[in-house]
């Protein structure tokens, strides 16, 4: 019986030019960003590009692995203070970078209350980066009291 290779695209980052498996979607790395760079600009600003701005064409993007977003957001935290903690899902022992969270082993689980309805598992059911280590989602564990 023959097994059947398992097909991972690769892309180039646009940043450090390394290789990153495109795994969950076919031209986007795993866990990395795309910013359409053309749509930054504006008239009198560092750049502009008359032609994406009316619509003419598409912008061109840079494609950043995750490695490459993480120094982006780690260069600038005002800019990683607008964003939301827990960007990206990492299931490793070891967290891949502050931005990821991962799922407890209560995610996704129901169970039937007092009154038989339906209702998630109390407790934390995600956890996020703190000093390199995982913890509780503090938003996942005040849902639930806990
Ligand atoms: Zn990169
Ligand atoms: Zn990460």
């Not at 209560?106 to 109390?122: A, C, D």
Request: glycine letters at 8%.
């Amino acid at each position: 019986m023959s097994s059947v290779a398992q097909h991972t695209n690769i892309i180039l980052c646009s940043a450090c030019g390394n290789e990153a498996e495109c795994n969950q979607q076919k031209f986007y790395p795993d866990n990395g960003w795309v910013l359409p760079f053309d749509t930054f600009g504006y008239y009198g600003g560092f750049s502009d590009d008359i032609s994406v701005l009316v619509g003419e064409r598409r912008s061109r993007e840079w494609i950043l692995c995750h490695d490459c977003v993480a120094k982006l957001l780690s260069v600038f935290p005002r800019l990683t203070a607008t964003l939301e903690r827990g960007l990206h899902n990492c299931e490793n022992d070891t967290p891949c970078c502050e931005f990821a969270w991962r799922a407890t082993s209560i995610f996704g689980k129901y169970e039937h209350n007092e009154n038989g309805k339906l209702v998630p598992v109390s407790g934390a059911h995600y956890q996020v980066v703190e000093n390199g280590k995982w913890i509780d989602a503090k938003e996942s564990a005040e849902a639930t009291g806990e």
